[in-house]
């Protein structure tokens, strides 16, 4: 890192934790982002690669069948099926969808595995000191690196009209609550916390309720009468 820029971020203690902020909430965004993105399209093109695949090995190994044993098929089925099994040929070798499945599928692992290096460090140590900051900083911007090569690599080749309008649906439709790569963690987090705050709400109501109907005490005819009349409540004689 630029010994500049560090002694500009730890000059003030609350600097470096902003722009700590700052870095962590970009790449929670874009490993997020390009995580999704790459996981829609491999799961797209494999269900586009596998049937296609399926019907041009179907159909080729009938055609051959057909070559062999004349009288297995009819003449002008024989023929549909050798058109058939050229168009979807054709059409493969064009979109090549086995490719795309592959390469997308190598991307969507890389962003998987920067976003586990992004969870060691963001669940690392608290920093307490200057070096912590400095080490935090040197992390993150190693992570920011990364992450810019992996954007660089993809190329003209790998961009997709349809994939990427499949992702934008389910950006706004099924995935919205985990657009982020930290988003699963943190609604985790914030259901733990509500069902905290539901407990210990209960909790202090029961607390109250049994603090209104605290039994008298001195005498013995009026603990015996409040006793019969709240029976849940457990009187100390």
Not at 102 to 118: D, R, S, V, Y
Not at 131 to 147: G, H, M, P
Request: glycine share 2%; aromatic share 10%; net charge positive.
């Amino acid at each position: 890192m630029n010994n500049v820029n560090t002694m500009i971020l730890v000059k003030d203690v609350n600097e470096p934790v902003k722009y700590i902020k700052f870095i962590e909430s970009k790449l929670d965004k874009d490993i997020g982002y390009y995580y999704w993105k790459k996981y829609i399209a491999a799961a797209f093109w494999s269900q586009v690669s596998t049937p296609i695949n399926l019907t041009i090995t179907i159909l080729t190994g009938l055609t051959t069948a057909q070559s062999t044993s004349p009288e297995l098929i009819p003449e002008w089925i024989y023929k549909q099926v050798a058109i058939a099994v050229l168009v979807i040929t054709t059409l493969n070798t064009f979109f090549r969808p086995h490719t795309q499945l592959a390469h997308n599928t190598e991307m969507m692992q890389k962003w998987n595995e920067l976003g586990i290096e992004f969870e060691k460090v963001y669940y690392s140590d608290v920093c307490s000191n200057q070096n912590d900051f400095e080490k935090r900083v040197d992390e993150y911007q190693l992570l920011q690196k990364k992450s810019s090569d992996l954007r660089k690599a993809e190329g003209p080749a790998t961009i997709n009209f349809l994939t990427d309008l499949l992702f934008f649906i389910a950006m706004t439709t099924c995935i919205t609550r985990h657009k982020r790569w930290l988003d699963n963690d943190k609604n985790l987090q914030k259901d733990t916390e509500r069902q905290e705050k539901k407990e210990t709400i209960k909790r202090l109501k029961q607390e109250a309720q049994l603090k209104k109907f605290e039994p008298p005490t001195g005498n013995p005819k009026d603990t015996k009468e409040f006793a019969q009349k709240n029976p849940l409540v457990t009187v100390k004689r």
